[in-house]
């Protein structure tokens, strides 16, 4: 069973399509990415999935089972997503304890204290850190907890939306262990877009290049070894990113 | 390297907190000729405020000092706020991180180039609009005569840029201060605008202080590196010899950025407690 | 002293109520460091002073006549005179107080919510509900405030409750403006696409994560229409729509005091410098509310 399944999915804005006919399949605990540059639809394709983008036909199915249009209750504690800017995605007024708690307030599940002290640990956050609010943190720390916030509900599937594209290198090396650990912990599936392709090859096993809307290659990371790329808009792609042998040589 | 374009000692920024004033950036010393010179730092390492302080650009209630800050044989400091304003531009540019921000949203795009011309040089009426096409030529935009009369919002941010450069460079400054000229932008067109600005000042024998959180981007488009952390210079070095790096931080920074033939199974982590000290 | 002081500025308070409580304080000191600010305060808290202790602090009775000493210029028995029924002014203000108070709070407990609510929704939801919503709002809007006031109190009677009432729904629509436009600036926030990811209701988000973004700016513009809304009250007591006699009420005084103004200039001048001075008072908080609580500005310091 996979755990995520795209078939024929469309998705548009009004009436324009941004996204055509993307087919995907993740299998159960793979971490894909969907690669591509700005507008290529490749956040779309997220927000469709975690139902933040209703307008969509064709077909999405998580852990087997089809997901309707809307955001649905159920639905939340399958999957997840974790944001690109962490100074968004935390609600300026509420503290660190608040945000943890009301996904588990939301779904009535009891014992809150002891599972966001837990959250907390498993996140890297001391446990300081619980009563503070947003302003009162940096950006790799407001990142875990938004990675906390989605991992509260204990999903199987989480969508990371650039998650370290608005931090600092060093940060982002944090941010990327501490997800690649959590997934090697929780037997998590990770669908993750970005555009930078040194994150996916240390990040994920599978990638899918889209471009103007569609999905032009899908290739194992490793290809970004050796650039072994078929679609020449992927090794345009790969060439600007530094994937260059010959740029190599020159350092 | 003979002539020495700008030199800057011991500049301090600083700025009001709660509990006193705090220095940003903490005496940077350092001399640029007719080079390529690239500041790199984390957010808050004080590079964007270094670039905005050699304008004389630190607004209240920030104040920047220095024992020396000589453009060209001027002082800048000495310099009247009016003065001040005929470098600004004329002599000095400065290409921020957005196009979206610097562009005047309800003005075509060619009146703002020729708003630039006009403030910089006496042109005859009819000669404004074939110089302005012949600026947007030169930052390599297909089809000029259109894009003349497009408004920002109409243009990508890669070509946005291209505009900003070509208005920045219209008064042949001698010295182009780029700070993250190209974060906003998407690699395969960052790539472009970062060339063509080489080009260009290679082509014009400018000066350029390149400031970017990207250390190999640094290193590809300049001649000298100066790394940045907590408003101090930790490292100061040739783009060439950058992965010889002392600094434990460099060295932490170099490691920590994911590769593309990535083979680690974590990356390593800055640790943080090593240098803070200094 | 100091130790209280840290425990509240804390960077890592160890309870919900220890960070909510350093907030709170970092937000009042924030308030002190303005002298306007203070000012106004220090005027309202007068206010509320004179108004819960009036039978205590009011040298004579605010209803009590004596005919024989009618229209008395201020002096030390009456500090600001008296009457043309000899009742003692600055009695009758202590007490009108109590008045302008309690007009001041229900207008605010009545309308504020009410349009903040349906500005939220409106914002929230957009399309035709934000059409619907917002069609009415403006039709309120677009009637001058006293005319719809003096409207609805002819319909409902002359007296202090219905003046209330017709204040408090024509001062909603204002508000409901102020947070629908609050609302659409964050409603495609990150924040809120996440809360809706973990399953919250429609209500919940409005309840819970709008309203207390709209609040802080509801607060600022509130007291400052306070000033707006005891001037309102005064100016229906005034045509004699307001308050009935012989309630001390501040605007019902001047109006009466309008006969003598030339003579006796203090009867309706005693009034008019305590409505000038409360409206100022809220003017003055207003202003300093809108530096520590308008989250806009937050990112500034």
Known sequence: ?251 | ?278 | MTNMQSWLLDDSPQSRMQANLGNSYRMLRALLRNPLAVVGAIILLVLVFAALFAPWIAPHSPLGQDLGARLLPPSAAHWMGTDELGRDILSRVIYGARITLMIVALVAIISAPLGLIIGAVSGYFGGWTDKVLMGVTDVFLSMPKLILALAFVAALGPGIENAIIAIAITSWPAYARIARAETLTFRNSEFIAATRLVGASHTRIIMRHVLPLCTSSMIVRVTLDMAGIILTAAGLGFLGLGAQPPLPEWGAMISRGRTFILDQWWVATMPGIAIILVSLGFCFLGDGLRDVLDPKQEGKS
Not at chain 1, 147 to 175: F, G, H, N, W
Not at chain 2, 29 to 48: D, M, Q, W
């Open chain 1, 1 to 251: 069973m996979s755990a995520i399944s795209l078939k024929n999915l469309d998705i548009s804005y009004g009436t324009t399509k941004v996204v055509q006919g993307v087919n995907i399949e993740v299998a159960e605990g793979e971490s894909f990415a969907l690669v591509g540059e700005s507008g290529s639809g490749k956040s779309t394709v997220l927000k469709a999935i975690a139902g933040l983008a209703p307008d969509w036909t064709g077909e999405i199915s998580l852990l087997g089972a089809p997901r309707g249009h809307k955001v649905d209750h159920d639905f939340a504690t399958r999957c997840q997503m974790v944001f690109q800017d962490p100074y968004g995605s935390l609600h300026p007024r509420k503290s660190v304890d608040t945000v943890l708690s009301e996904p588990l307030m939301i779904h009535g599940l009891g014992n809150r204290n002891a599972r966001v002290i837990d959250m907390l640990a498993a996140v890297g956050l001391d446990q300081r850190f619980r009563f503070r609010f947003p302003h009162q943190m940096s950006g790799g720390q407001r990142q875990r907890v938004a990675i906390a916030r989605a991992l509260m509900l204990e999903p199987k599937v989480m969508l990371l939306d650039e998650p370290t594209s608005a931090l600092d290198v060093s940060v982002q090396a944090e941010i990327l262990n501490l997800l690649k650990r959590l997934r090697r912990e929780q037997g998590l599936t990770y669908l993750m877009v970005t555009h930078n392709l040194p994150v996916v090859s240390f990040m994920c096993d599978r990638m899918a290049v889209m471009n103007k809307g569609r999905v032009v290659e899908i290739a194992p990371a490793t290809a970004l070894h050796d650039g072994s790329f078929t679609d020449p808009y992927t090794q345009t792609l790969y060439a600007a990113s530094g994937g260059n042998p010959k740029y190599k040589e020159t350092l």
């Open chain 2, 1 to 278: 390297m003979t002539d020495t374009l700008l030199d800057v000692e011991n500049l301090r920024v600083s700025f009001p907190t709660p509990a006193g004033r705090v220095d940003v950036v903490k005496g940077l010393t350092f001399t640029l000729g007719r080079e390529r010179l690239g500041i790199v730092g984390e957010s808050g390492s004080g590079k964007s405020m270094t670039g905005r302080a050699i304008l004389r650009l630190i607004r209240s209630p920030g104040r920047q000092v220095a024992d020396k800050l000589m453009f060209d044989g001027d002082d800048l400091q000495a310099l009247s706020e009016r003065a001040m304003r005929k470098v600004r531009g004329a002599r000095i540019s400065m290409i921020m991180q957005d196009p979206k921000f610097s562009l005047n949203p309800v003005m075509t795009i060619g009146d703002q180039i020729a708003e630039a011309l006009k403030t910089h040089e006496r042109i005859a009426r009819k000669d404004i609009a074939a110089r302005v096409i012949e600026m947007l030529e030169a930052v390599r935009i297909n089809d000029p005569a259109r894009v003349v009369k497009m408004y920002p919002h109409e243009v990508s941010g890669g070509m946005g840029q291209r505009i900003m450069i070509a208005m920045m460079l219209i008064p042949q400054p001698d010295l182009l201060i780029a700070d993250e000229p190209t974060s906003a932008l998407d690699v395969s067109v960052q790539a472009q605008v970062l060339d063509l600005i080489d080009e260009l000042v290679k082509n014009k024998g400018m000066g350029l202080i390149l400031i970017s959180h990207d250390l190999n981007l640094v290193a590809r488009y300049c001649d000298r590196i100066l790394v940045m952390h907590a408003g101090e210079v930790v490292e100061s070095c040739d783009a060439r010899d950058l992965h010889k790096a002392t600094h434990p931080y460099t060295r932490g920074l170099l490691a920590a950025v994911p590769q593309m033939e990535e083979t680690r199974d974590e990356l390593p982590v800055l640790d943080r407690t090593a240098w803070s000290g200094t």
